[in-house]
C-alpha cells in the first residue's frame, strides 16, 4: 500500500537528504529529494503528491515560504516541517500556516518514519470523509427513500417542507422503522447538509458516559480526564445533532440540554467558561413522552423543546404496499455487497411476506432478506427459506382453505400423505431437508404439502 504514497523531501543538506530519502525508499515510500527550495516550489502540483517533508532553514525560500505555495496550490496536502531550531513560536507559526507536523532535528529514522505514516493516515481519512459525505447526500435524497404508500409519501411532504426550517424535529415511530434514516433526509436536504451529522443512542450509554460525551469534559474534571475533549455538540457546530432513543436520556442530562436549547450554550464537564455552538437538534423515541412525562421520568419543558414538529413514521404493517419494494431494494443491495444473483421473492413467499405482521419493522425485513439470500439455492427466495425467517400463516388458516367436498379417493390420498409426511417428520425430528431427500423430492413440495395439510413440524423437533 505504501509503495503508491509519493513523497517530496526538501532539505539543502545533501547528506541528510539522502539519508531520509534512503529511510523512506527502504520502507516502501516513492521519493522525490529536492536541495533547492525554489525546484520543489515551481514542480509542485496538486495531485501529484500525498506528502511533502521539508527544512525550515534553507537560503533562498524558506520552508515558511514553500509551505505556503504547496499550501495555495494544494490546501489539503500534509506537510511535515523539518527544523534544528524549534521554538514555540516558530511551532505556531508554522501551523498557522497549514504545517501538519513539526520534526525536531537530531532524530531517529523511526521517529521520521512514525511521522509520515500519521500524516498519510490523516489524508486517507479525510478522503474517506470526503466519500463518505458525498455517498450520504446521495444515498439521503428523497428520491433514495424506499416506498410509495400515501402514509410514507405524507411523511416525505412534511420532511421536505421542514428540512430548510431551522428547527427541532422529534421523530416517533416503532423500532426499525427508519427514524434515523428520516432524520438525514431532514439534514441533507438543508442549509446544514455541508456540515456534519451527528448521531448517538442515548439508551445505550449510562448518564455519566452520555453526559461527556454530548457535552465534552476539562483536563482534571474527574479521574481519567487526561485532556481536554469535545462533546458531540461541538462536534456537530454548524450541522445537526441526532438523538437516537431521546426518551432515555437521564433526568441530569435533560437539565443540561434543556438550557443548551434556550440559550444556544453549554458548559464542559468541570469548565466554567461557557461555549456557544449552532446546531440543530432532531430527536427520535419510540417510547411513550407523555407516559413518561407523567411519570415524572421526562421533563415536560424538555419535550415541547425537542417536539416543535413530531412526524410519526408508520410500522411497516400498515405499508404494506412498500414491502415488495423494500425487499426488492434490500435484495439488490445484497447482491451487489455478495455477488450473489438472486432475481426477487417467489410469488407464495411474496404473498406470505406481505401477510406477514414484521414486528421489527423495515430493520427486520432487510435482516430476513440477507439470512435468506445467504441460504437460498434457487434464482429466487423461496417460501421454505423464508418460513425459516418469518411464521406463515397459521395451520388454522390453512385448514379452513381445504375443500369440503372430496371423492374418496382424495380423501384416501390425503391420509396417506398426511401419515407419511408425519411418520418422515418423525423419524427425521422435524428436519424438513432430511425428510425431502428420504422422500426422493425438494424441500419446497414438502412445504407445500405441510401446509396444505396443516402439519406443525415443530411438533417432531428434537
Known amino acids: 500500500m505504501t509503495a503508491e504514497k509519493r513523497i517530496m523531501l526538501v532539505d539543502n543538506e545533501e547528506g541528510l537528504c539522502r539519508m531520509m530519502e534512503a529511510v523512506l525508499c527502504d520502507n516502501g515510500y516513492a521519493v522525490t529529494a529536492y536541495t533547492r527550495s525554489f525546484e520543489a516550489a515551481e514542480t509542485f502540483q496538486p495531485g501529484q503528491w500525498d506528502l511533502v517533508v521539508t527544512d525550515i532553514k534553507m537560503p533562498g525560500m524558506d520552508g515558511l515560504e514553500l509551505l505556503q505555495k504547496v499550501k495555495q496550490k494544494d490546501p489539503t496536502i500534509p ?37 509520515v505514516k500519521n500524516a498519510l493516515s490523516h489524508t486517507k481519512l479525510l478522503e474517506e470523509n470526503r466519500e463518505l459525505r458525498e455517498e450520504l ?49 431532514i439534514h441533507y436536504n438543508s442549509p446544514r447538509k455541508d456540515k456534519k451529522f451527528v448521531a448517538i443512542n442515548c439508551g445505550a450509554l449510562p448518564a455519566s458516559l452520555l453526559e461527556s460525551e454530548l457535552f465534552g469534559y476539562k483536563k482534571g474534571a474527574f479521574t481519567g480526564a487526561t485532556e481536554n475533549r469535545r462533546g458531540l455538540l461541538e462536534t456537530a457546530d454548524g450541522g ?31 469548565d466554567p467558561n461557557p461555549i456557544k455552538v449552532d446546531v440543530r437538534i432532531i430527536s427520535a423515541t419510540n417510547a411513550d413522552m407523555k407516559t413518561a412525562i407523567k411519570a ?6 424538555l419535550y415541547y423543546r425537542l417536539n416543535v414538529i413530531n412526524l410519526h413514521l408508520p410500522p411497516l404493517r400498515d405499508r404494506k404496499g412498500d414491502i415488495a419494494l423494500l425487499a426488492a431494494h434490500f435484495i439488490r443491495l445484497q447482491n451487489k455487497k455478495f455477488g450473489t444473483h438472486i432475481k426477487g421473492l417467489a410469488h407464495d413467499a411474496l404473498e406470505a411476506a406481505v401477510e406477514f405482521g414484521w414486528p421489527g ?23 421454505p427459506v423464508l418460513s425459516q425467517f418469518v411464521e406463515i400463516a397459521p395451520a388454522e388458516t390453512v385448514e379452513a382453505e381445504a375443500p369440503t367436498e372430496e371423492g374418496e379417493y382424495n380423501k384416501a390420498l390425503t391420509r396417506f400423505e398426511t401419515e407419511y409426511l408425519r411418520g418422515l417428520l418423525r423419524k427425521n425430528h422435524g428436519n424438513v431437508e432430511a425428510a425431502a431427500r428420504e422422500a426422493g423430492t425438494n ?19 428434537a
Open 79 to 115: 506537510v511535515i516541517m523539518v527544523t534544528a531550531y524549534a521554538t514555540v513560536e516558530m511551532s505556531i507559526q508554522a501551523l498557522r500556516k497549514g504545517a501538519y507536523d513539526m520534526l525536531t532535528k537530531p532524530f531517529e529514522p523511526e521517529e521520521l518514519l512514525y511521522r
Open 137 to 185: 447526500v446521495g444515498r439521503f435524497k428523497f428520491d433514495h427513500i424506499i416506498g410509495a404508500s400515501s402514509s410514507l409519501k405524507e411523511v416525505l411532504e412534511k420532511v421536505e417542507k421542514l428540512a430548510v426550517r431551522d428547527t427541532s424535529v422529534l421523530i416517533t415511530g416503532e423500532s426499525g422503522t427508519g427514524k434515523e434514516l428520516i432524520a438525514q433526509a
Open 240 to 270: 445537526t445533532l441526532f438523538l437516537d432513543e431521546a426518551g432515555n436520556l437521564p433526568m441530569e442530562v435533560q437539565k443540561t440540554l434543556l438550557r443548551f436549547l434556550q440559550e444556544q450554550e453549554f458548559h464542559r464537564i468541570g
Open 296 to 301: 415524572g421520568e421526562f421533563r415536560e419543558d
Open 361 to 383: 419493522n423495515i430493520r427486520q425485513l432487510k435482516n430476513v432478506i440477507e439470512a435468506c439470500i445467504a441460504l437460498e439455492d434457487s434464482d429466487y427466495i423461496t417460501l
Open 443 to 461: 424441500m419446497a413440495t414438502v412445504y407445500r404439502k405441510i401446509k396444505k395439510y396443516g402439519i406443525r413440524k415443530d411438533e417432531y423437533n
